[in-house]
């Protein structure tokens, strides 16, 4: 990115393929990044939820929606379990009381 600006002002770069350049970059840059992440760290997200508990009850419907979106794939309700299809992957079955 440094070569890239130093192109552009010693004018053998125009700026407008300066910008391309530059975005391909960080377009590269990000999905290094994101290559980079193999799992989820269940103790972060532990405690992303904890806190999310203490202000759970002042939320509003959009938001708690959104926050359920995030965390939950699907749920199959059958008729005697409901299965949860967490986001990371992991399956919970609860069993209807009889």
Known sequence: MDKIIRMIEEDILSIEKG????????????ELLASEIIEIDFSKVEQKLKQI????????????SRLWHLLINKIDAQEIKIV???????KYTFRKPM
């Open 84 to 90: 949860v299809h967490w986001r990371f992957g992991t």
């Open 19 to 30: 910008k391309i350049q530059m975005n391909k970059l960080k377009e590269e840059k990000a």
């Open 53 to 64: 508990k203490q202000i759970y009850p002042y939320m509003t419907r959009t938001e708690k």
